[in-house]
């Protein structure tokens, strides 16, 4: 799925309805789409459906329909009497406009006769501009006024009060827990300034003609996951599959080389090891039965077997000490193989441009924020512009800066933002696993673009699916390893 600007969206969808393909079957595939989204990730409660005169309030009366054809209590709110509104002669909008309600008529006894609620957001399209006016303004404020932390809020396509070429959020604007793009995520949906108003973004496609030539950023969902992994053939063995070499740990932090070792091996990659200080040698032997371990140093010089590996995985916690900067240097040396820095490698690169510059090519790096700002060294505020910024001056690396709908960018590839993950993520040793994946992948055969886009997809399902058992707030890096398999699985199941 593509990433548009409002004005570009509103030119696929002239040029699909130009090109013979009714509005009726447009709106029908979108209202089917956000049914599916809803119904698997939200249980069963009533919804309050805020439905504004143009076509994203007629999107949410079909929706409407929809819901409470599969046995949901729905209450379809409108701002303008129907004889103000948009005109769509469909059947799913007749019959909810019978029992919807005008504003200000409101459901109040909702909020004290059930434990919790969706509330949908279908307010404003994509071309609104300027802060929500009344009767927009007056329903948003009352609907986040009556908010209750076990209620659900989500977004049609962008939620009101966003700019969304923008970002900027209008007050009073939606304050969406889940916003679910149709057809394609728009710009503003992912600033870094909308993420208050957006939430956890999703996408559903729709049918859509377009002659543009110009290339857009991607949005990367479980069809882009699917086209790219491939299944083990029968014939396989494990020299086959690919060998991961890690460069982890020291005192204190064994957790990191295990973590990334066992994400490297529930990767597919058929051989996993782990170069480590003499110091933990002996625990890491113990802890990770499937890895196999090798002490770093021969002769006080790095083991030189480190470079034999298909893809090599450098930083979770090794530490910042002298002796660790002089033995980097070295590596970053000798090393020609397919690389991923991670954590305390980042740190290293960021204290000497010879690091960074004489990375092998396509060497993928792993920072969060704040590892990127001290790589980059300056922000304009924007993520987006400042990861474009930071490839086109070092264009032989792949930045995966992780956060909300991850981001990864290189050339002469369009930047590749993600659709999983939740804020559990945001955990110790969860980069640690999701760089482990990421080497194992590579060393599995795809090329170190293909496996980054979908280590971070496959990364975000799987700590998805681990608070399916769990909160967010409880989520630890130990789950995303153990539902990594389901994942997989997920990804691989239409």
């Not at 948009?86 to 434990?115: G, H, K, Q």
């Not at 960074?356 to 304009?380: I, M, Y």
């Not at 090329?447 to 280590?455: E, I, L, P, Q």
């Amino acid at each position: 799925m593509k990433i548009v600007s409002p004005e570009e969206m509103q030119k696929w969808e002239h040029q699909t309805i130009a090109s013979g393909v009714p509005v009726l079957q447009l709106m029908q595939e979108a209202v089917t789409g956000l049914f599916d989204i809803i119904s698997s990730k939200i249980s069963k409660r009533p919804v309050i459906l805020l439905c504004g005169k143009g076509n994203n309030g007629n999107d949410a009366l079909w929706l409407a329909d929809l819901l409470k054809s599969n046995a949901w209590i729905t209450f379809p709110i409108l701002t303008h009497e129907p004889g103000n509104r948009t005109s769509i002669d469909a059947e799913p909008i007749r019959r909810s406009l019978e029992r919807a309600t005008v504003w200000p008529n409101f459901p109040d006894e909702l909020y004290s006769n059930t434990n919790s609620i969706l509330v949908i957001d279908g307010l404003m399209g994509i071309g609104a501009k300027g802060a929500p006016k009344k009767p927009y303004s007056e329903i948003l404020e009352v609907v986040q006024k009556k908010r209750r932390s076990a209620d659900v809020y989500l977004s049609i396509d962008t939620p009101s009060g966003l700019d969304a070429e923008t970002g900027e959020l209008l007050d009073p604007y939606f304050q969406a827990d889940m916003t679910i793009a149709i057809g394609a995520v728009k710009l503003g949906c992912l600033k870094r300034k909308a993420q208050a108003g957006v939430g956890r973004l999703f996408s559903t496609p729709i049918t859509l003609e377009s002659n543009a030539t110009c290339s857009y950023p991607t949005f990367f969902t479980k069809n882009h996951a699917i086209e790219i992994l491939s299944r083990p053939r029968s014939d396989t063995y494990k020299h086959q599959r690919g060998r991961v070499h890690i460069w982890a740990g020291s005192p204190g932090m064994c957790g990191a080389a295990i973590l990334a070792s066992r994400a490297a091996l529930r990767s597919g990659a058929g051989l996993v090891t782990l170069f480590t200080s003499e110091e933990i040698y002996r625990d890491l032997l113990i802890a990770t039965p499937e890895v196999m371990v090798r002490p770093l140093y021969i002769n006080d010089s790095l083991n030189p077997l480190i470079f034999k590996g298909d893809a090599i995985l450098v930083g979770p916690g090794i530490g910042l000490t002298d002796l660790t900067k002089s033995r980097f240097q070295e590596f970053v040396s000798e090393v020609n193989t397919p690389l991923v820095v991670d954590a305390d490698a980042l740190t290293l690169c960021a204290e000497s441009e010879f690091q960074l510059n004489n990375l092998p090519k396509n060497t993928v790096l792993t920072p969060h924020a704040g590892e990127f700002q001290r790589l980059f060294k300056k922000s304009s505020g924007e993520h987006t512009i400042d990861a474009c910024e930071f490839i086109n001056k070092n264009q032989h690396l792949i930045l995966c800066l992780k956060g909300p709908n991850t981001l990864v960018t290189a050339k002469p590839f369009e930047p590749s933002f993600n659709e999983t993950g939740n804020p559990g993520l945001a955990t110790a040793g969860s980069g640690d696993v999701l760089a482990g994946l990421i080497s194992g992948l590579i060393a599995s055969g795809y090329s170190s673009w293909d496996a980054t886009r979908v280590g971070v997809f496959w990364h975000g399902l799987s700590a998805d699916l681990a608070v399916n058992n769990q909160s967010e707030t409880s989520l630890i890096a130990s789950d995303i390893i153990d539902f990594l398999g389901k994942a997989r699985m997920a990804i691989s199941n239409p």
